[in-house]
């Protein structure tokens, strides 16, 4: 049922896609764009999944892993995760998207081997060094090759997407994140499940192929290890279809380039000729306000998503002893974890980016500040209801995400290249999403802290974060590239204007149709 759910709305994203054409592309060009972005989006979604599958082992090895354990090397990989764009962002903008996607394959591919290999030598008992050293080198390893991955999908994207196109692609982004992360926990806790020794009751068709393929009732413990190596194969999956499908521009796919009206077209900001040095690129984004806002922005987003996405199944998993008329109440949400955050993320992507293009004229921050006054509103209600109302902290941690996803997707997914440009989207979009890693990587290291004194300061940690990116998103609620004012003034509004005159010109004088 979840899969047929998760099927449907890629197939409504695949039409809306189809139905969203203001440039008036050709058919063949929207086909052949789809074709480059599909794959392109299903590998990023897969790179979620060999991210976030260390928070399934992390409840599938229980006290072998405990939350302050998980904190620390989650916050190595996150914080490593926001540094490397300093490196890798400058690297995409020179070497293409297509070999980015490809490196963060392949290389988040071998470190979730090995981080499966570690958790079959650990659970055999023959790991001789600290388990928390071990995962935190490999995770962070694994997120250094990951960081490619967003800043080469935002890097191909600055080609094939006009300005007024991107609030959709936006909503398409978050909807891969959300892709990823159902991948993550639903498909992930699946693998989990299939690779135990010991499988109570009737055994699903999912359960047996694993169990069979794996010969898991040969050994002797739980194969929790195949959820780092099932998803480290997908992804050189995925990385063969990039090789052979995927163009960096629309030239490269035998169409002409266009101009996208991003802050490269900006007067005084042609560097289409330009070859431009890492440190001319680093200063002219950290000099640039709108930028650091944005960068900001989602910082708090990164704050706020991993706040829940991160811990929400590890309070949940706490209160079977603590509270365990809680914990049954928390089941729906505790089964269902992945799809729901996936279904709302998908809608809270294009909500807010449809939001964005269709009624605020492409501009990214008039959405993010709605979204992040919602959840102002929605971590108060958790405050009220963490020890005693289990449904509803659930709604209200899902609603959370889905205005969370909203942000990040504008922020990382959309203003970044509106206001970097084309030449510069890889390092602008990675700076921004460091910042993001960067604030899951605190969230991480604080929650892991604070929840052991008390798990009522989780939600009170988040909501100052709330709070400052309403206040960020409502000084950039006016912004907008330059070029793109442009395009709107002499594009559509002539547009418009014709349209009214062919209107008037359409009824007699005395205002009758003829």
């Known amino acids: ?184 926990f639903d498909w992930g806790q699946a693998i989990v499940e299939a690779s135990k020794l010991h499988i109570e009751g009737q055994k699903t068709a999912f359960q047996g192929f694993i169990q069979h393929i794996f010969a898991i009732d040969t050994g002797t413990t739980n194969a929790t290890w195949l959820v780092f190596t099932i998803p480290a194969f997908l992804l050189i999956v995925w990385a063969l279809i990039d090789f052979v499908l995927l163009k960096d521009s629309p030239k490269e796919a035998n169409f002409d380039d266009f101009d996208t009206a991003d802050a490269s077209s900006s007067p005084g900001e042609d560097d289409s000729n330009l070859k431009i040095s890492i440190g001319f690129m680093l200063k002219k984004i950290f000099t640039n306000p709108v930028m650091i806002t944005i960068a900001l922005v989602d910082f708090t987003s990164g704050v706020l998503r991993n706040g829940i996405m991160q811990w929400y199944l590890v309070y949940a998993h706490e209160t079977k002893d603590t509270n365990p008329v809680f914990f049954e109440g928390s089941q729906f949400f505790i089964k269902n974890w992945g799809l729901l955050l996936c279904l709302t993320g998908i809608f809270g992507g294009f909500a807010a980016g449809i939001v964005s293009d269709r009624l605020f004229q ?38 959370i995400t889905l205005t969370v996803i ?51 300061y989780w939600p009170l940690f988040l909501i100052p974060f709330a709070v400052m990116g309403l206040f960020l998103a409502l000084r950039m609620w006016n912004e907008l590239p330059a070029a793109t004012k442009k395009y709107i003034l002499e594009v559509e509004k002539k547009e418009e204007k014709l349209q009214q005159q062919q209107a008037r010109a359409s009824t007699d004088p005395a205002g009758v149709p003829n």
């Open 1 to 184: 049922m979840a899969l047929l759910l998760v099927s449907l709305c890629l197939a409504a994203v695949i039409t809306l896609y189809f139905k969203n054409n203001p440039l008036g592309h050709s058919r063949k060009f929207m086909i052949r764009r789809f074709v480059n972005w599909f794959p392109l989006g299903m590998t990023y979604a897969f790179l979620y999944m060999g991210r976030y599958n260390l928070n399934v082992s992390k409840n599938a090895l229980g006290d072998m892993m405990t939350k302050e354990q998980f904190g620390l090397i989650f916050a190595a990989g996150t914080i490593t995760y926001g540094l490397s764009f300093l490196l890798n962002g400058p690297i995409v903008d020179r070497i293409g998207g297509k070999k980015g996607i490809i490196i963060a394959a392949l290389g988040s591919a071998l470190m979730n081997i090995l981080m499966g290999g570690v958790t079959y030598l650990y659970l055999m008992g023959r790991l001789k060094t600290n388990m928390v050293v071990a995962f935190s080198v490999l995770f962070a390893l694994n997120m250094f090759f990951q960081s490619y991955g967003a800043v080469s999908i935002i890097k191909v994207k600055a080609y094939w997407f006009h300005v007024r196109e991107r609030g959709v692609f936006g909503a398409i982004f978050g909807t891969l994140i959300s892709f990823g992360v159902y991948f993550a």
């Open 362 to 399: 492409s501009r990214r921050g008039p959405p993010a500040a709605i979204n992040n006054g919602i959840m102002i509103i929605l971590l108060i209600i958790m405050v009220f209801s963490l020890m005693n109302h289990p449904t509803m902290l659930g709604l209200a941690a899902v609603m």
């Open 406 to 456: 909203g942000v990040h997707s504008l922020m990382s997914g959309t203003a970044a290249a509106d206001f970097g440009g084309k030449k510069m989207t890889a390092t602008a979009s990675g700076i921004v999403d460091g910042c993001v890693y960067l604030g899951s990587g605190i969230q991480s290291l604080a929650i892991g802290y604070l929840s052991h004194k008390n798990w009522i």
